[in-house]
């Protein structure tokens, strides 16, 4: 199944708004979910530091800042087609 990950911080709006907008369209699209919170993890705040939630799919880059619900759905569709 494809994995959809959202890195994230403690707190943070805009990533609570995507994950919520991703967990509706998740039955739907058939995903699983994940969230991983960079609070506190140099690596990981240096890589995404202010472009927070950054969505991933399948460990491949999707986008940062907000989720487009109709842009997801494209891209989720093209990345499967290409597995």
């Not at 994995?3 to 699983?32: K, N, P, W």
């Not at 995404?48 to 989720?67: A, C, Q, S």
Request: hydrophobic content about 35%; proline content about 2%; charged content about 30%.
């Amino acid at each position: 199944m494809t994995l959809i990950t959202v890195y994230g911080r403690t707190g943070c709006h805009l990533c609570e708004v995507a994950l919520q907008l991703l967990q509706s369209m998740q039955e739907e699209l058939t995903f699983d979910l994940e969230e991983i919170l960079i609070d506190g993890n140099e690596e990981l705040e240096k890589l995404y530091g202010e472009k927070i939630p950054v969505t991933l799919i399948d460990g491949n880059h999707h986008d940062f800042w907000r989720v487009d619900p109709e842009r997801f759905r494209t891209s989720l569709e093209k990345h499967r087609q290409h597995q």
